[in-house]
Every structure is written in C-alpha cells, then in structure tokens.
C-alpha cells in the first residue's frame, strides 16, 4: 500500500455541495489499472480521476477517469475538478491554456474569472435520431412522442443521445422508467421561460445513464455536446446558462460560450475534503 494526495471537489456548484462531487488522486503514476478500478468502485462518484505525468508533448498532465464500472475517454465535471486540484496543488501550465491529455485526446481549458472552461471536444456522432429510438426514449420518459421537440445524437466520448422537451416545467417532472430506455446515456433539455422561471438560466438540463438506473447530477459532457447542438442549430445564443441537478436538490450551473471555433464549457469548483488514500 502507499499514500496519496487526495481532494474531493465540487464541480459546477452554485453554492458548496450543490453540484456534482468528483474524487482526484494527484501524482497517480504508481497506481495500476485495476488499483484504479478498484478506487472507481470503492467510491461511487459518478467519476474518480488520477492525475499523472503527460505522455504527449504538449499536454500540462495527463488524466484518466473512472466511473464505479469503467474508464472513459472524456467526462466534464472531471476535467475542470481536475485541473482546479492540479492548479491549487501549484502546478503551472506550459502556455496560456491549460492543456490535458485524456482518451479522447488533447482537451484545451481557460481560466474565466473565478471558474475554469473546457473547449468542447469534437463530437464523435452527431445527425437526428432514429425515429424507432426516439419512440423508444418517449416510452421510457413516459411522455407523448410528440413532446420530444427535436433530438440529436451528441456523443463526445461517453455515447450521449439527447432530446429537447418543451420547456423546464416538463424537463423537471419526468420519472423515467430506466429499464425501459435499454442501455441509452440520454440527455433531455427544456428552455427555461424567463416569465415563469426567471433569468438565473436559459435551459434546464437533465442526464439519465440507463444501463446504471441513475441521474447524474451536473454533466459536462453532456452539456458540451447539446452546447454544439443548440448553438449550431440556432435553438440557443452564443452564450448562456445551463441549470442542472433541480430535481436531486443540486443547484448545478453550466456556463456556455461560443468564441469564434471553439465552444466553451464553465463552472466553479469547491473544494469539500482534502486528505490523503492508501492504495
């Protein structure tokens, strides 16, 4: 067994513990795949990541994250919780970006004034949905198919498809029947109404992981690929506002923003506990 630098962070929180927990385990390099693994299981965040020394030339560190059953190229919640344990452990970027290496490649991250962004990694499947799955997902939310306004496959890594409700009211009262959505990552979006809602956010954003049977509470991964859905349709402006996490009793919130190519992903993250885990 040996000793590690240990943080658990709370990711695109409005206010502490009001977002989406992340467990980071720095200077992981003399931690094996399994030990990992095993770590991933043991504390049954959605993501525990490890930071480790980089491979490619250009990358500040290098991180793997695993979820309680496997590892993913890309999440998130991970990579600003990450960086922000990187950055307060003293390390410096190379440039003027943070750049971090994963599965799914190299990631580009900004500081914005109190919170950390992501520039949203290219999708690997986007295009309309199925219409047999999208009758599918409408049975498994148990709502009418003709509530799912427009829908859109945006998987970045983690295999994400995603439909657009009516509006917030709708997005917060499904209970979806899990077993009936099969083994789908499926994102659901409603616009706020600013009227009725208020202007603390534009859009109201829920992650339901099927072959789990669990909401996620705020989604990074998720918000960036409907961010290049919505805002590339024209269905959002240029930046806005995600809320998420409403119905678990989170205050998650996601800040979007288009600056020329690149669509960014933001939000705080706070730190809960620091300590240190033999492995």
Known sequence: MKRYSFRQVDVFASAPYKGNPLAVVLDADGVTDAQMATLGNWTNLSETTFLLKPAAPDADYRLRIFTPQQELPFAG????????????????????????????????????????????????RSGEVEEALVEKIAKGLKIPRGAIKATQWCDNGPGWVAVMLGGRAEVLALQPDYPALGDLKLGVAGPWDKSRDGGDAQFEVRAFVCPGGYEDPVTGSLNASVAQWLIGKGIAPESYVASQGTALGRAGRVYVSREGNDIWIGGRTIPCIEGTVEI
């Not at 003027?96 to 690997?124: H, S, Y």
């Open 77 to 124: 919640h991970p990579t600003l919780g990450s960086c922000h344990v990187w950055l307060s452990a003293g390390n410096k970027p190379k440039g003027e970006l943070i750049v971090q290496e994963c599965g799914a490649g190299l990631v580009k991250i900004k500081r914005d004034g109190e919170r950390l962004a992501f520039a949203a990694p290219a999708l690997r």
